[in-house]
């Protein structure tokens, strides 16, 4: 109802409460990223025994097995420790108190992992930098596919720049009506252009946010 954005991976599973003063999510199982919109009210996900604390950012919570990991794509997310927390995963009762114990705060690129069995009496795994093509690879699962069926390529790269900042764009009109077929990811229009070259005759160039493609001479 705030705007907010969760992208569940299959399988994930979630119960959400924004009736009091906290947004609150509870990540029962899976994989889910929250895009969180700006509101004074701060962004809470439960995920077994631990709390994330957003108030506008981007990140990915995972629980698998016995730990939970986290990953930030934008501003900052504050790891926590309920003083009292649910058993089962649900979300917590408004009625206990809200004190928690700050675990980590966690910037944009970096990962950390939380063991849920611990205590969190002694330090936890500090944040670790993650490469951006290892955090684009992890969350690949986000990416929208299009599907690509003896497609004109004038109507494929139409699709295409839809979803991306850098364009392209075909100066030869014969070639929009070369016929494509695949999947394809929408983040990857360089693996896009390099299938082109590798097995239509064509070549790129790139120029500023603009990729051209032309037929081979």
């Known amino acids: ?11 994930a599973e979630i119960t959400v409460d924004f009736g009091g003063p906290l947004r609150r999510v509870a990540l029962k ?15 809470v996900v439960t995920a077994g025994n631990v709390e994330f604390r957003a108030v506008g950012t981007g990140f990915c919570v995972q629980l698998a097995g016995a730990q939970v990991e986290l990953l930030v794509t ?10 009292r927390s649910s058993p089962t995963g649900d979300l917590p009762d408004p009625a206990v108190s809200s004190t928690t114990t700050i675990l980590a705060t966690v910037a944009a690129g970096n990962r950390v992992v939380v063991g849920l069995a611990g205590d969190f009496s ?4 500090a944040p670790t930098i993650i490469p951006l ?16 069926t003896e497609t004109p390529l004038a109507e ?12 392209l764009v ?17 983040d990857r229009t360089e693996a896009f252009v390099r299938l082109l070259e590798a097995n239509f005759n064509v070549r790129s160039v790139q120029s500023g946010q603009t990729t051209h493609l032309r037929r081979k001479r």
């Open 122 to 125: 002694g330090p936890i795994l």
């Open 170 to 186: 075909i100066e030869d009109a014969d070639l929009g009506k070369l016929l494509v077929s695949g999947l394809f990811r929408v």
């Open 133 to 148: 093509e290892e955090m684009a690879e992890r969350l690949a699962w986000r990416a929208p596919k299009l599907e690509f």
């Open 29 to 43: 199982r899976g994989e889910a990223h929250f895009q969180v919109a700006h509101q004074s009210r701060p962004f």
């Open 1 to 11: 109802p705030d705007g907010s954005i969760i992208e569940m991976k299959s399988g």
């Open 74 to 83: 934008e501003g900052r997310v504050a790891v926590e420790k309920p003083a």
């Open 156 to 167: 494929a790269v139409a699709l295409m720049n839809q979803h991306n900042r850098v364009k």
